[in-house]
């Protein structure tokens, strides 16, 4: 997370090889992206551009999702099995046939992730993947992600949203013209006051809620609704007000 | 990538907004300039005057303070500088006639020579006349303001288009496309998913470019009038004379005197 022009994109594209470094290396799975091409370090490595109209191009929206699955050389069984898969994970099984550029934006940003999503890359890298989505699917799509990292998948994602990461609890990392300002949990990064408003992000809601409640016992790092929705409900059945 | 390479030709020619001498001149009166210099440029198929007329234009470029840019740009049509060489090599060979190889050479020198003198001399007029000024002085000269305003708006977007055909590559690569895969229809297959995005959103960028024109009321007043106006000064003038005098000088030049060949100058 960080401000609008602190790198984020920049930094995230050096992960499957298409900026390289310049000075020192970067090892995915302990290979050096120098040295091997994009298409490579694509099957391992999934990204998801900001941008859905970046690379849509097919007739339907079946045939956007299996483009991928046939640069990388996969039978027609397994593609026909992965794109009935993804699609029906992002809610698009009704748009199979439909051609990706009638529909909405929200929905065009949808595709685009099932396009990667589809070859199940090891790590995956989601730019900004909540903007223009509703608040049903951003639900889902948090779901979803929570679900690909139980199963043992890195995903890294790059937003603005603080309340969306909020709920997932994961790692955060703050930019600032270029550099790294802070690296720790989200419980200890997203309630620092002072960090959050250097990278121009706002404390979560439930977080500047509790902060006002610190002074009737409750503590001050909570970041999530669920978290904080079990804290009162503890409390009032305890029946104690001060 | 030579289709990138292509853009990032056309957006070396992009307008850089500095100060200099040469970027006050009229736009009307640089363009006569250019016209001079393509003149003489097409009048002479020698090595020396082209060589001339390229290195007199070196000092404009430093004056002007675009030598960066302009380095960048003669670097950029290298690819077709080679080109060139190469198809005057191989025709001159085969149906040219000239006595020796070293002619033969030295022509093909000249005619890519050529070349670069008519990009040196256009990036000169692109890289110091702002769009703006230059669609002006094209509604000036009695153009409809629809041309004109199509035309600056054009040139606007070459680097948007090039920076936007990047990121395409960009993410149709990181969905595995290798791009230099393969023999030659599938190379020119493998563009397609690059050229159908990079299509589809200029379409879409236009018809919202028109109704963000359209909702803050363009062409609602018949008569437009500008907030400034072009007015030729005493040094765009001067100007003008000067690439007179300098396609006048090079009339004078092919007609009454005989330019050596440098095969002919070595045999001395
Ligand atoms: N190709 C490039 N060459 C030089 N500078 C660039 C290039 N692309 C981006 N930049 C600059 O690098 C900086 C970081 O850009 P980047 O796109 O990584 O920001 P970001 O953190 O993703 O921002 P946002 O939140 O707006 O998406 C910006 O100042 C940008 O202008
Ligand atoms: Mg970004």
Redesign the pocket.
């Known amino acids: 997370m960080?401000?609008?022009?602190?790198?984020?994109?920049?930094?995230v594209k050096h992960f499957n090889g298409l900026l390289k470094p310049s000075k020192g290396r970067v090892l995915i799975d302990g290979i050096d992206t120098r040295h091997v091409s994009v298409a490579t370090l694509a099957r391992k490595v999934g990204f998801v551009f900001?941008n859905p109209d970046h690379q849509l191009f097919s007739e339907t929206v079946e045939d956007e999702v299996s483009f991928a699955l046939k640069n990388f050389g996969f039978d027609e069984k397994t593609i026909s099995e992965r794109v009935e898969k993804v699609l029906n994970i992002l809610d698009l099984t009704h748009y199979r046939k439909s051609s990706p550029f009638m529909l909405s934006g929200g929905e065009r940003k949808r595709v685009a992730l099932a396009s990667v999503l589809s070859w199940d890359p090891k790590i995956l890298i989601l730019d900004?993947p909540t903007i223009g989505q509703d608040s049903y699917q951003k639900e889902r799509l948090r779901q979803f992600i929570m679900q690909l990292n139980q199963q043992g998948k890195t995903v890294i994602i790059?937003t603005?949203d603080v309340e969306f990461v909020t709920e997932c609890e994961p790692r955060i990392i703050l930019?600032k013209n270029?550099r790294i300002i802070a690296d720790g949990d989200a419980r200890e990064i997203l309630t620092d006051p002072n960090l959050v408003s250097e990278a121009s992000l706002v404390l979560p809601e439930i977080t500047q809620v509790f902060m006002r409640l610190n002074d009737y016992g409750f503590p001050r790092n909570v970041i999530g609704v669920y978290e904080a929705k079990r804290l009162i409900l503890e409390r009032l059945s305890g029946g104690f007000m001060r | 990538m030579s289709m990138l390479d292509g853009l990032r030709l056309l957006d070396g020619l992009r307008f850089r907004n500095i100060s200099s001498p040469i970027h006050k001149i009229d736009p009307r009166a640089k363009f006569v300039y250019v016209c001079a210099l393509f003149f003489v440029a097409i009048l002479f198929n020698q090595i020396i005057p082209l060589l001339i007329l390229f290195l007199s234009q070196v000092p404009l470029v430093i004056i002007a303070r675009v030598k960066k840019e302009w380095l960048r740009l003669i670097r950029g049509s290298i690819f077709f500088a080679a080109l060139i060489f190469a198809m005057n090599v191989i025709s001159l060979y085969f149906y040219g006639g000239y006595p020796s190889l070293a002619s033969i050479i030295e022509h093909s020198l000249a005619m890519t020579l050529r070349f670069i003198v008519l990009v040196e001399s256009f990036s000169i007029f692109f890289l110091t006349t702002s769009p703006d000024i230059f669609g002006l002085s094209l509604e000036q000269m009695g153009i409809p303001y629809e041309f004109c305003f199509a035309f600056t708006t054009a040139i606007r977007f070459v680097p948007v288009l090039a920076e936007e055909t990047q990121t395409i590559m960009d993410a149709q690569r990181a969905r595995g496309l290798e791009l230099e895969s393969g023999g030659f229809i599938k190379r020119i297959r493998n563009y397609i998913p690059i050229l159908i995005p990079l299509i589809v959103n200029a379409i879409r960028r236009s018809l919202e470019l028109a109704e963000a024109m359209e909702s803050r009321a363009w062409g609602a007043s018949k008569k437009r009038t500008n907030l400034y106006a072009l007015k030729m000064g005493g040094k765009d003038y001067c100007f003008i004379i000067i690439s007179i005098i300098i396609i006048l000088i090079s009339i004078y030049v092919w007609l009454f005197i005989k330019i050596p060949s440098i095969t002919q100058i070595m045999q001395l």
């Open positions: 960080g401000q609008n022009g602190a790198g984020k994109t920049t930094l900001q900004e790059v603005h930019m270029g």
